[in-house]
């Protein structure tokens, strides 16, 4: 894995974009997450119910992982309900959660009626999707532990395609907090009323335009750039740039010297959010 940790987030959101494919064979090729993968479409064929799942620590392991669940591993009985839940019954459990990681999670894993039954688990084409969910979060995962502005800019680029209302992006702290920087919202904009937030975000953006990858991407640009600048690390810590082209490989170097050539530039509060 290529380290971004010392980077302005620009410079790492560059590189991690530059070595995005090599960085998923890396994390799928290691020894430790090689034989969760295996594990996994060795196992999941198999189970056919919510408790074969839980009760198998190491596929249920996977699978939260797989949906950044990974802090509610121990919460079992709970996601046992979540999973077991009716999604047409507006006060089952997986309607009542805000978080919309175990809706997502419930979804795609597709059990049936009191979380028994599951066509998917015998499809290789929806073990492959799952293989590539986990692979993508533990890249996530690491970006953000070294820049935590790079992190959420790759999250909004996963979730961009699913935001279809205010709403979606009010419920998820991550997501909130992207469209806040990047729109100049301040953060005390999340005191108000729930509906007062959705009307305010629906005034600055209109959310019908992510659905084009060119407006997605200048958002994320623009995100990051101001908070560079607003965390006053706009340009390039150049010590550590060094450090992580004499310890990279060579291809690892020549994209951090592309780096290099971008374009400082300053910033005044007038035009932060310009």
Not at 26 to 39: M, P, T, V, W
Not at 48 to 61: A, P
Not at 94 to 119: A, C, H, I, K, S
């Amino acid at each position: 894995m290529i380290p971004i940790s010392g980077l302005s987030s620009i410079n790492g959101l560059n590189i991690v974009d530059a070595t995005r494919d090599k960085q998923l064979d890396l994390i799928r090729n290691s020894a430790q997450h090689k034989r969760e993968i295996e594990y996994f479409k060795a196992n999941i064929k198999d189970v056919e119910n919510v408790d074969q799942l839980v009760d198998d620590s190491r596929l249920y392991s996977f699978v939260m992982r797989a949906f950044d669940l990974e802090d509610q591993i121990f919460g079992k009985a709970m996601i046992k309900k979540v999973l077991k839940s009716n999604i047409e019954e507006s006060d089952a459990l997986v309607n009542r959660l805000t978080d919309p990681r175990f809706r997502e999670m419930y979804q795609e894993m597709g059990f049936g009626t009191d979380g028994e039954g599951n066509l998917n688990t015998i499809l290789t084409r929806w073990q492959d999707r799952m293989v590539n969910r986990y692979v993508e979060r533990q890249f996530i995962n690491f970006q953000d532990e070294q820049n935590a502005t790079v992190g959420t800019a790759l999250e909004f680029r996963r979730n961009a395609g699913d935001i279809e209302s205010a709403f979606d992006i009010l419920k998820n702290t991550q997501m909130t907090e992207f469209f806040q920087t990047a729109l100049g919202l301040p953060s005390s904009l999340s005191g108000l009323d729930i509906d007062k937030q959705a009307e305010i975000i629906n005034k600055k953006f209109d959310l019908e335009t992510l659905s084009d990858p060119e407006v997605v991407e200048k958002l994320i640009r623009k995100y990051v750039a101001i908070s560079d600048a607003l965390n006053g690390s706009a340009t390039a810590n150049n010590g550590a740039l060094q450090m992580l082209t004499a310890t990279s490989n060579a291809a690892a170097a020549s994209i951090i010297s592309i780096t290099m050539s971008i374009d400082r530039v300053g910033y005044s509060a007038s035009r932060l959010y310009s």
